[in-house]
């Protein structure tokens, strides 16, 4: 079959993607940047990248209307905290027109629990795309699951940093708010058997794991399955706001989804019960088996995919990496450094290990502090470290660094700054002729950007010295 998946570049749609290439299907991928999805699929058979953009309705005529299902994996929440139900839903009334004109049979929907009568604005501006993709040209099945626990999933990450970094929590009420997660594994089994089943054509089913827990009895699991000892006390004054806050300091989301999942958390989502484990012949996993398969992902180094590569994990970069690729000449200050390579092989390596656990090889602690004054003034600081400790491709998030070009073969990795500055910064390594080449270029904004560099430069001298030393070494 022809299969379009939306959201091919997404946490779930990398992940769905291999297990329909694996079963003989073309794979139809409308991206808003074809470049970087190369890097991710580059290598594979039977897949067509479109360039398209589902907020520009023109962009679409591109794609092609031989399709026999499609799969609608979008979702805005984190790009703005208070228009993301706008971009959602014109993002589902573009899809709907185009689908509505092509061969389409079936559009698989993955959405969010939405029984409650009292909505947060993510569940309900989930519903109203459900209300907008339903057609009577083509049939419409939708998934809606409650939170998603996998390696590199949001939820997960978060939940990981909160029982990682804080032996005792003074906590929102919130946490006593119940829940049923659902394994990655068991979301992927959903969305794969449905495909081209004719009896869940026009039908609406919630998808959930076998327990009915709160949250704070899922941060204290988690605890358990990693032989920690956790102390949580839930408080009633903590206002939404500071609850995002509380969120955002502690844990490696930013601010705007911080905002948003602070207003979902607050609603409980119990699924309805129903026929559909059987029909699928699915039976989900527990938590806590949950927790454990992510971690053992996590430790084969396997993660495919991660929702801090996403453009909204900073809100810096919108749509597309090569946009940044030609580093600017004039207007400029830089930092230029070159040293003898005496073993190409080892620097490339330590080259591609920079950031996360590595660090960056001189000045960890002046890192540190940057990286805490850019998360004081509502950047990404380190803590979205990176997706593989030795893999890097374009668009990945590094830190506060996002990654623009990357070939090892080539030699050269070309990172663009997502933290809070008063301008524009890249930072380039390249190896031509036997030379190690770093380059650190900054483009100011107006008299505070320029300010700024000459405050910074006495800690570039030293630093920038001490990290191509270190990477050379």
């Not at 299969?3 to 991928?29: E, F, Q, S």
């Not at 083509?138 to 939940?159: H, R």
């Not at 002046?366 to 990404?380: E, P, S, T, V």
């Not at 997706?387 to 374009?394: E, G, V, Y």
């Amino acid at each position: 079959m022809r299969i379009l998946v939306t959201g091919a570049t997404g946490y779930i749609g990398k992940r769905l993607i291999p297990l329909l290439l694996n079963d003989g299907h073309t794979i139809i991928c409308p991206v808003r940047d074809k470049k970087r999805a190369l890097n991710y699929y580059k290598n594979q058979k039977n897949i067509e990248l479109i360039e398209a953009d589902f907020l520009n309705g023109h962009t679409l005529n591109a794609i092609s209307k031989d399709i026999d299902v499609a799969y609608y994996l979008i979702h805005s929440m984190s790009n703005s905290a208070k228009e993301f139900h706008v971009l959602e839903e014109k993002c589902a009334f573009n899809f709907k027109r185009y689908a509505e004109n092509s061969q389409v049979k079936q559009v698989i929907y993955l959405s969010g629990i939405t029984n409650d009568t009292k909505l947060s604005k993510h569940l309900l501006s989930r519903k109203n795309v459900e209300n907008t993709l339903s057609s009577n040209k083509y049939a419409l099945t939708t998934f809606k699951a409650g939170i998603i626990v996998g390696s590199g999933s949001s939820s997960f990450e978060i939940i990981r940093d909160l029982v990682e970094k804080l032996p005792a929590m003074i906590a929102p009420k919130w946490l006593n708010t119940k829940t049923q997660p659902l394994a990655i594994r068991d979301v992927l089994s959903f969305l794969h058997k449905a495909l081209d089943k004719k009896e869940l054509y026009n039908t609406s089913y919630d998808i959930f794991g076998p327990e009915i827990l709160t949250y704070k009895e899922m941060l204290l699991q988690f605890a358990g399955v990693r032989k920690l000892k956790r102390t949580i006390i839930t408080v009633p004054v903590m206002t939404p706001k500071l609850s995002s806050y509380w969120l955002y300091f502690v844990t490696s989301t930013s601010y705007k989804l911080a905002s948003s999942l602070v207003n979902s958390m607050g609603v409980e989502v119990i699924g309805k019960k129903s026929d559909i484990n059987k029909i699928l012949d699915v039976n989900p996993m527990s938590y806590k088996e949950a927790v454990k398969l992510a971690f053992k992902k996590i430790e084969q180094n396997s993660i495919i995919s991660s929702w801090k590569d996403s453009y909204v994990s900073s809100g810096k970069l919108k749509n597309y990496v090569h946009e940044f690729i030609n580093v600017p000449e004039y207007g400029c200050f830089k930092d230029f450094k070159k040293r003898k390579v005496t073993n190409k092989e080892r620097t490339l390596n330590n080259i591609w290990a920079i950031g996360g656990d590595t660090g960056w090889y001189y000045g960890t602690f002046l890192w540190k502090i940057r990286g805490f004054i850019d998360q004081i003034f509502g950047g990404a600081g380190l803590r979205r470290g990176r997706r593989h400790p030795t893999q890097l491709n374009a668009g990945d998030a590094l830190d506060f660094w996002r990654v623009i070009y990357a070939d090892k073969e080539k030699g050269k990795l070309l990172l663009y700054a997502e933290m809070v500055l008063p301008g524009e910064a890249w930072l380039e390594f390249k190896i031509e002729d036997g030379i190690l080449y770093q380059t650190a270029t900054f483009r100011p904004h107006g008299l505070a950007g320029r300010l700024y560099w000459y405050a910074v430069m006495p800690f570039h001298w030293f630093v920038f010295n001490g990290m191509i030393n270190n990477i050379n070494k």
